[in-house]
């Protein structure tokens, strides 16, 4: 399968996107003034140890505390398998961020450190030894099994991921080395810093994500900043220097996500219709418990046998389901309403067609046999937010009944849009006017204007229109004094 990354770096966020076949099958978004949490190691501080959940909370320096269940513990050598006998209140910890904070969620973490390298998962406390189910030669995944436990240090688990198929013993001791000198140094940070601090952060979005995904089935790796180019050609040179070439710098002043169609991906992520090429369409609902998954025949009417025609729909439906929940990093429990089948082995065939579509996402994924009725039930591990979650927000008209383009989403995009404007014009001034909202986001970003005037030579002249609406913005050109003074007068 050929796949591509295509990374958009800007001064407001880095975008990025993985394509499959020239399909795009995963989104992700870091934005300026939002640090992401998943990978984390801090020192926090047990608050609260609930024994009738067989939890705890720990402040680990947040807004809100984190939430640590049983099952992401770490057993100590008697085996204690109870919350109350492994931590008590004001107890100093090492735990990592599992799952980002949601909503009115807390981030969810764990004593089970799990520290990624390029060919292997250090679990410092752990006795285990794994490797990746994506490794299909089961010759080789016993070979790398023997490898590791002959490498395994004392004490550690270690987990071989895909990237290590066809690697040298030589070059796996060296990851687990690299692992390890971490590992310490985080353990040494822990011994002289004051609780809660943060002990280890993930690299940033392009290192993590090229970490994991690079390899040979990766065809190129395009990005628009040549600064980061350079760097990114450095670190693909430092993990897997065969694939350097397969770098490469986006040269054009276009939008590098319009140049590949997935600004309109985006769009159509967050629609609640998907339409199949059949004719058939999807539907997505999102509740507080669960997401629901609606199938229609929609256009498709087939030609003779209805349920020949059904079973096709909800075969190009089970495709598009699982490409969709990676495209919007839906997670939690998830129901399918397929159309009725009245064939037991048609509902077998689209389970199964179901499971080997998911077989492609990264993240965990669990489906449940067919009911009589066409309804499937599956789990997808939640990680990070949603697209939905990241990118929209309660709409304040309508009490939280519909969902609109957060503020953040759309001062982004006005910034992603000057500096394309910046990067076009030969003119030195550029304005622009905005609405009250939109004003005040932008009085707290001021520092990101100022670096695309540095970054540009231009000169942005903006101002709060009280006759927009107050999420609204007006370009009001480009060019020397006049836009000045056209600014001035407006509002």
Same mark, same amino acid.
């Given at each position: 399968?050929?796949?591509?990354?295509?990374?958009?770096?800007?001064?407001?966020?880095?975008?990025?996107?993985?394509?499959?076949?020239?399909?795009?099958?995963?989104?992700?978004?870091?934005?300026?003034?939002?640090?992401?949490?998943?990978?984390?190691?801090?020192?926090?501080?047990?608050?609260?140890?609930?024994?009738?959940?067989?939890?705890?909370?720990?402040?680990?320096?947040?807004?809100?505390?984190?939430?640590?269940?049983?099952?992401?513990?770490?057993?100590?050598?008697?085996?204690?398998?109870?919350?109350?006998?492994?931590?008590?209140?004001?107890?100093?910890?090492?735990?990592?961020?599992?799952?980002?904070?949601?909503?009115?969620?807390?981030?969810?973490?764990?004593?089970?450190?799990?520290?990624?390298?390029?060919?292997?998962?250090?679990?410092?406390?752990?006795?285990?030894?794994?490797?990746?189910?994506?490794?299909?030669?089961?010759?080789?995944?016993?070979?790398?099994?023997?490898?590791?436990?002959?490498?395994?240090?004392?004490?550690?688990?270690?987990?071989?991921?895909?990237?290590?198929?066809?690697?040298?013993?030589?070059?796996?001791?060296?990851?687990?080395?690299?692992?390890?000198?971490?590992?310490?140094?985080?353990?040494?940070?822990?011994?002289?810093?004051?609780?809660?601090?943060?002990?280890?952060?993930?690299?940033?979005?392009?290192?993590?994500?090229?970490?994991?995904?690079?390899?040979?089935?990766?065809?190129?790796?395009?990005?628009?900043?040549?600064?980061?180019?350079?760097?990114?050609?450095?670190?693909?040179?430092?993990?897997?220097?065969?694939?350097?070439?397969?770098?490469?710098?986006?040269?054009?002043?276009?939008?590098?996500?319009?140049?590949?169609?997935?600004?309109?991906?985006?769009?159509?992520?967050?629609?609640?219709?998907?339409?199949?090429?059949?004719?058939?369409?999807?539907?997505?609902?999102?509740?507080?418990?669960?997401?629901?998954?609606?199938?229609?025949?929609?256009?498709?009417? =087939?030609?003779?046998?209805?349920? !020949? #025609? @059904?079973?096709?729909?909800? +075969?190009?439906?089970? *495709? &598009? $389901?699982?490409?969709?929940?990676?495209?919007?990093?839906?997670?939690?429990?998830?129901?399918?309403?397929?159309?009725?089948?009245?064939?037991?082995?048609?509902?077998?065939?689209?389970?199964?067609?179901?499971?080997?579509?998911?077989?492609?996402?990264?993240?965990?994924?669990?489906?449940?046999?067919?009911?009589?009725?066409?309804?499937?039930?599956?789990?997808?591990?939640?990680?990070?937010?949603?697209?939905?979650?990241?990118?929209?927000?309660?709409?304040?008209?309508?009490?939280?009944? =519909?969902?609109?383009?957060?503020? !953040? #989403? @759309?001062?982004?995009?006005? +910034?992603?849009?000057? *500096? &394309? $404007?910046?990067?076009?014009?030969?003119?030195?001034?550029?304005?622009?006017?905005?609405?009250?909202?939109?004003?005040?986001?932008?009085?707290?970003?001021?520092?990101?204007?100022?670096?695309?005037?540095?970054?540009?030579?231009?000169?942005?002249?903006?101002?709060?229109?009280?006759?927009?609406?107050?999420?609204?913005?007006?370009?009001?050109?480009?060019?020397?004094?006049?836009?000045?003074?056209?600014?001035?007068?407006?509002?």
């Amino acid at each position: 399968m050929k796949k591509e990354i295509v990374i958009d770096m800007s001064e407001v966020e880095i975008r990025a996107a993985l394509l499959e076949d020239g399909k795009v099958v995963e989104f992700f978004f870091e934005r300026f003034n939002e640090s992401r949490l998943a990978g984390n190691v801090y020192k926090g501080t047990v608050e609260n140890v609930l024994p009738g959940i067989q939890s705890a909370f720990v402040n680990i320096g947040l807004d809100k505390n984190a939430f640590l269940f049983i099952g992401d513990a770490l057993l100590d050598e008697k085996g204690k398998g109870r919350i109350e006998e492994l931590f008590r209140p004001g107890e100093e910890i090492i735990v990592q961020v599992a799952k980002e904070p949601m909503g009115t969620k807390g981030a969810r973490v764990t004593t089970k450190v799990a520290l990624p390298g390029r060919y292997v998962v250090l679990m410092p406390g752990m006795d285990t030894v794994g490797v990746s189910h994506r490794v299909s030669s089961a010759e080789e995944r016993e070979r790398l099994k023997r490898l590791v436990e002959r490498l395994k240090p004392p004490k550690n688990g270690i987990i071989v991921r895909t990237a290590a198929e066809g690697r040298t013993a030589e070059e796996i001791k060296e990851d687990i080395e690299t692992l390890l000198r971490l590992w310490n140094r985080i353990v040494r940070k822990a011994e002289i810093i004051a609780s809660p601090a943060l002990l280890y952060e993930e690299a940033s979005l392009v290192y993590t994500l090229v970490r994991d995904l690079v390899g040979e089935e990766i065809e190129s790796i395009w990005i628009n900043s040549f600064f980061g180019y350079q760097k990114l050609r450095d670190f693909v040179g430092s993990i897997a220097p065969n694939l350097v070439n397969r770098v490469k710098w986006f040269e054009s002043r276009e939008n590098i996500f319009a140049h590949f169609g997935l600004e309109r991906e985006i769009e159509r992520a967050l629609s609640r219709k998907v339409w199949l090429k059949s004719g058939g369409y999807l539907v997505f609902d999102r509740t507080e418990a669960m997401t629901v998954i609606d199938v229609n025949t929609g256009k498709f009417v =087939g030609k003779k046998d209805l349920q !020949e #025609t @059904i079973f096709k729909t909800n +075969l190009e439906a089970a *495709e &598009e $389901i699982a490409r969709q929940v990676r495209l919007r990093d839906i997670g939690g429990i998830i129901l399918i309403d397929f159309i009725d089948m009245g064939r037991k082995e048609h509902r077998k065939q689209v389970v199964k067609h179901l499971e080997m579509a998911l077989s492609r996402d990264r993240t965990r994924c669990t489906v449940v046999d067919m009911s009589e009725l066409g309804l499937v039930e599956m789990t997808r591990k939640r990680v990070r937010k949603s697209l939905d979650s990241l990118l929209r927000e309660s709409c304040a008209c309508c009490d939280g009944e =519909g969902r609109v383009l957060s503020l !953040e #989403t @759309i001062a982004i995009g006005l +910034l992603r849009k000057i *500096e &394309e $404007i910046c990067g076009h014009a030969s003119s030195t001034v550029v304005g622009f006017t905005v609405g009250k909202e939109l004003g005040t986001y932008l009085e707290e970003a001021r520092g990101v204007l100022e670096n695309i005037e540095k970054l540009y030579g231009k000169k942005l002249v903006w101002k709060v229109d009280s006759s927009l609406p107050p999420r609204r913005y007006a370009i009001a050109g480009v060019g020397g004094e006049e836009v000045k003074e056209r600014i001035e007068k407006a509002g």
